[in-house]
């Protein structure tokens, strides 16, 4: 798995800080750029305006560019930016008012707000680069966070943001926000389960949950923003997916895609796994339906975290790679697989004794 948190030789620090590693000096022409001066083993020595900064990684990792955060008198460092990588996320607050049976990050009671950290990182991140915003639930420091994203999509026509969120705290007054933020630089990742509002409440563990969403989703069209609705598969929602694919078609056919996904075992995610994983490689019937009834109406679903040979053939092409590649594995048996390189494979923390019952190579 690919290290996101890096050991580092401790700064005489007493707030966190933002730096950006380069290999050539010539790249490093920001008060935030350091560049390299010594590889010693896994130690590599850089210099940050005249002080000696040691980061420890893998010889074979590649480092140029990449954007760490430093916190006083720790001895790790936050790769906030991997300049290599498509798959860079911000974890803005680890609070959520939701308890959803699937959640791969169990919510915290405390924030720390790094907004003003994570814009300076997302200033200093590749050109052309997408970020993703998740929690927790960013919008619960909604203010905040409209002053990271505004801040950074001005000062950077470049970047583009990928905010997950249940939206429920989005109202009319946010409208004009929204719409000055740009629909073609920011993508609104919004979770629904059912279409029944009590399924969706309690999957997300919270009473009138269906309700506030379907006004957040209003102020989201009405603002003119993209939205990607998102649907994890579970038992508990399994018969409605049909049901749910109407809704999506008829009632929110403004979305750009929607995107149905494969339980992640990490969080509750793993302690409820037995009573909500769905295997799709035994059964596909109900989400084949909900695919065609989309696909009929014009909305593209998309299948994440799908092993492309959980899938039945004819709907593959609905199933590209996206798991993220520092989270990615494959098995035994895919060494042999001709489609190894374009099926995501599995997440690390897949235990395959109770997962898929009939996967195997293409
Ligand atoms: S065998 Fe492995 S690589 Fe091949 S489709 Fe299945 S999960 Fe993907």
């Not at 308890?99 to 200093?124: G, I, N, R, T």
């Not at 249940?166 to 630089?185: F, K, P």
């Not at 920011?186 to 279409?195: D, E, Q, R």
């Amino acid at each position: 798995m690919i290290e996101l948190r890096l050991k580092v030789d401790p700064l005489p620090i007493d707030v966190p800080l933002i730096v950006r590693v380069n290999d050539a000096p010539s790249n490093a022409n920001g008060q935030h750029d350091a560049f390299l001066i010594e590889v010693t083993g896994e130690r590599r020595e850089y210099d940050f305006n005249g002080f000696s900064l040691g980061v420890y990684a893998g010889v074979d990792e590649c480092m140029d560019g990449d954007v760490l955060l430093l916190l006083p008198g720790q001895a790790s460092a936050h790769r906030l930016i991997r300049a290599q990588s498509e798959h860079n996320t911000f974890l803005v607050t680890e609070q959520c008012d939701q308890l959803c049976v699937m959640c791969s990050q169990p919510p915290k009671k405390h924030h720390h707000d790094m907004f003003e950290h994570f814009a300076l990182a997302a200033l200093l991140a590749p050109i052309g680069a997408t970020i993703g915003i998740s929690g927790g639930e960013p919008l619960l420091h909604k203010h905040r966070l409209f002053e990271m994203l505004s801040h950074v999509t001005k000062a950077r026509p470049d970047i583009r943001f990928h905010v997950l969120t249940n939206a429920q705290h989005l109202n009319a007054g946010d409208i004009e926000t929204l719409s000055d933020l740009g629909w073609d630089r920011v993508l609104w990742g919004v979770p629904i389960y059912s279409a029944t509002a009590d399924v969706h409440d309690q999957i997300v563990g919270k009473e009138g949950a269906f309700r506030s969403l379907e006004r957040g989703l209003a102020t989201l069209f009405r603002a003119g923003a993209s939205v990607e609705l998102r649907t994890v598969v579970l038992q508990q929602n399994w018969d409605d997916l049909p049901a749910l694919a109407d809704f999506v078609s008829t009632r929110l056919s403004a979305v750009s895609f929607w995107a149905v996904m494969q339980l992640e075992r990490i969080g509750y995610g793993r302690m409820n796994w037995t009573t909500s994983f769905k295997d799709t490689s035994t059964d596909f019937d109900p989400l084949a339906r909900a695919i065609d009834i989309a696909a009929a109406r014009g909305i593209q679903a998309w299948l994440y975290n799908f092993p492309a040979c959980s899938v039945p053939p004819v709907y593959r092409r609905h199933a590209p790679s996206t798991i993220s590649d520092w989270k990615r594995k494959y098995l035994n048996f895919c060494d042999s697989c001709s489609a190894r390189g374009t099926c995501g494979g599995f997440f690390q923390w897949y235990d395959h004794r109770q997962g898929f019952a009939e996967l195997g190579p293409l």
